[in-house]
Structures are given as structure tokens and as C-alpha cells.
């Protein structure tokens, strides 16, 4: 498996990881039962497309990302502090749609520095990125 695909396949974990990790810390705080069941779903699906990147990894016998404490505590820690004072429907919505503008921002630049990627891993990073793009447009209406 060339280096490229491997990024790349890397990158779509640490994504997906970190999404599937903010709506666990954030699912608590939601109040609006059609914005838990999005929610749910959408940490269903992010585990899909984990489960697919590590897949891949595996039959390239490529490692799988790692990721430091530190960033699993920014996480968590930036979401209490962002829903401390306000857990209402629309700041949740608000915020899940940021996050999935960084995680399209990072694909984005993964896919651009990482250009000799096959057609394999591009095609994880695309599922993931589309992905993203219909959460944002689902998440619109709640805001």
C-alpha cells in the first residue's frame, strides 16, 4: 500500500473517531428527540466508514491511526465548555455543523496533499466527505 493511500485512509479514521466522540460527549445535552435520533444515526454511519478505512489498512498491513490523549481531552473538553451555558437545539446543531466543516477541511487537505492515493482510499474519503456535506444540510433545519 503506497504512503498516500495510507494518509489518507488515516485521516478518514481520525475523522470519524473524533465525530463518533463529540456526539457521544455531546448526546447527553440533547434535549430534541428528532435531533438525537440524527445524532445517533450519524455516529452509526461514522463507525461504517471508520470500520472501512481500518479495513483497508489492514489488507495493506498499514498501521491504523493513533491517537493522543490530548486530543481525545481538547475534544471532550471543548465541547462541555462550548454547551455549559447553552444546550439549546440550534447551539447543538451549530456546533455539529462546525465540526463537520473542519473534518471536510481536513479531508480536503489530505486529499490535496496526498494526490497519488488510489482509487480505493479516495473512494472512503469521498463516502466520508459526502457524508459530511448531507449532515450539514440535515443539521440546517435546527438551527
Not at 13 to 24: G, L, P, Y
Not at 59 to 79: I, N
Given at each position: 500500500?503506497r504512503?498516500?493511500?495510507?494518509?489518507?485512509?488515516?485521516?478518514?479514521q481520525r475523522?470519524?473517531?473524533?465525530?463518533?466522540?463529540?456526539?457521544?460527549?455531546?448526546?447527553e445535552?440533547?434535549?430534541?428527540?428528532?435531533?438525537?435520533?440524527?445524532?445517533?444515526?450519524?455516529?452509526?454511519?461514522?463507525?461504517?466508514?471508520?470500520?472501512?478505512?481500518?479495513?483497508?489498512l489492514?489488507?495493506?498491513?498499514?498501521?491504523?491511526?493513533?491517537?493522543?490523549?490530548?486530543?481525545?481531552?481538547?475534544?471532550k473538553?471543548?465541547?462541555?465548555?462550548?454547551?455549559?451555558?447553552?444546550?439549546?437545539?440550534?447551539?447543538?446543531?451549530e456546533?455539529?455543523?462546525?465540526?463537520?466543516?473542519?473534518g471536510l477541511?481536513?479531508?480536503?487537505?489530505?486529499?490535496?496533499?496526498?494526490?497519488n492515493?488510489?482509487?480505493?482510499?479516495?473512494?472512503?474519503?469521498?463516502?466520508?466527505?459526502?457524508?459530511?456535506?448531507?449532515?450539514?444540510?440535515?443539521?440546517?433545519?435546527?438551527?
Amino acid at each position: 500500500m503506497r504512503s498516500d493511500d495510507v494518509k489518507v485512509l488515516q485521516e478518514v479514521q481520525r475523522n470519524a473517531k473524533m465525530a463518533m466522540k463529540a456526539i457521544d460527549t455531546i448526546s447527553e445535552k440533547v434535549y430534541d428527540d428528532s435531533l438525537a435520533i440524527q445524532v445517533a444515526r450519524e455516529s452509526m454511519k461514522y463507525g461504517d466508514i471508520y470500520n472501512k478505512a481500518t479495513d483497508r489498512l489492514l489488507d495493506g498491513k498499514a498501521p491504523s491511526y493513533r491517537e493522543t490523549g490530548f486530543q481525545d481531552l481538547m475534544l471532550k473538553g471543548g465541547v462541555k465548555a462550548n454547551t455549559m451555558l447553552n444546550t439549546s437545539t440550534s447551539h447543538i446543531a451549530e456546533l455539529m455543523i462546525q465540526g463537520s466543516n473542519r473534518g471536510l477541511t481536513s479531508m480536503w487537505k489530505a486529499i490535496n496533499h496526498h494526490e497519488n492515493a488510489g482509487e480505493v482510499s479516495m473512494e472512503v474519503a469521498k463516502e466520508l466527505m459526502d457524508f459530511e456535506e448531507k449532515n450539514i444540510e440535515r443539521l440546517k433545519k435546527y438551527l
